[in-house]
């Protein structure tokens, strides 16, 4: 199950990943993760992070939300092209439609071309847009892929300014896989903690103390708890924001030291889940 039309990145990962399966398309990510839940798709594939424009937010919230687990994860260059219909030239555009990050990728689209910018939800939509509604001063940023399924033309290619750009997605299931040591294997936990100096420090310490590599630190505010109030005794009553904390590292849960480690946490954690292990994609 993917987020956005054939043809887009996300597509391109799943296919990456499992080079046979079938896709789904579907319009938001919640609904990916509500067609595994239902048993109605095998798997959930959605991005989490990209490396210009950071995390994708919404998706960490929709981890805690859902009670999937994290089974793989897949990183992927995308290399963004910039299509019309056949016969328009770039100086005819007047727009050009893509999902936010592609757009705010290059270089091109934000400054050379001096046309309108317009979101739209993931890259391939824009492209079958433009292509179904006939639009003939529209350009998209989208795949190569995209330019073939929808019958446009490939006017410029790789038009990021940042030529590795890199989108890491995660894969979800209903069930998690078992850990193993025999390869490189990641786990993701989300935790809180109490309210004090260098409770932060102290949780990653659990990790610096077994040698445990951290390779992403995500902090989200606490959903309809935006505020927790602590009395203490200098300060009187004090309101704080309050965060969950998302961490990767680089250990599976099959390794003692990942126990461990999750064990010492758990002593002072006041909420822990761990939202996977799974393989590191050690591809790129
Ligand atoms: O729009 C798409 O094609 C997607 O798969 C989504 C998405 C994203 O959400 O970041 C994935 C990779 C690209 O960086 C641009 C967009």
Redesign the pocket.
């Known amino acids: 199950m ?3 039309s054939p ?7 799943a296919l990456k990943a499992y080079p046979n399966c079938e896709t789904i398309p579907c319009d938001e990510f919640e609904e990916a993760f509500k067609a595994v839940e239902l048993w109605l798709a095998e798997k959930a594939i ?2 989490i992070e ?1 490396s210009s ?1 950071g995390s ?1 937010h919404h998706n960490y919230d929709l981890l805690l939300r859902h009670r999937l687990h994290i089974v793989g994860e897949v990183q ?1 260059v ?1 290399n ?1 092209c910039l299509l019309a219909l056949p016969g328009i030239r770039e100086e005819k555009l007047k727009c050009v439609l ?2 936010p ?2 757009l705010a ?1 290059s270089d091109i689209v934000q400054t050379q071309l001096g046309v309108a910018r317009e979101n ?7 492209a079958q847009y433009v292509a179904s509604n006939g639009l003939r001063d529209a350009g998209v940023v ?2 190569a892929r ?1 330019a073939e399924i929808y019958g446009l033309n490939i006017l410029a290619d790789r038009i990021q300014d940042d030529p590795d ?1 890199i ?1 890491r ?1 995660l894969v979800l299931a209903r069930d998690p896989i078992m850990p193993r040591t025999d390869k490189p294997f990641k786990t993701s936990i989300v935790f809180t903690l109490d309210e004090g100096p260098g409770v932060l420090t102290k949780a990653l310490a659990v990790f610096a103390l077994r040698e445990i590599n951290l390779t992403k630190i995500e902090s989200r505010p606490q959903k309809m708890r935006a505020l927790r109030v602590v009395d203490d005794s200098n300060t009187g009553r004090a309101k704080y924001f309050d965060y969950l904390f998302y961490i990767d590292f680089e250990a599976s849960m099959a390794d003692p030291r990942a126990q461990n480690a999750l064990g010492h946490l758990q002593e002072f954690a006041t909420f822990l889940r761990i939202l996977g292990c799974y393989p590191m994609d050690t591809s790129l």
């Open positions: 993917v987020q956005g043809g887009s990145f996300t597509e391109d990962a959605l991005p990209n424009g994708i992927f995308a963004f893509s999902h990050q592609a990728s739209i939800d993931d890259t391939a939509s824009a989208a795949s995209a750009n989108t997605f």
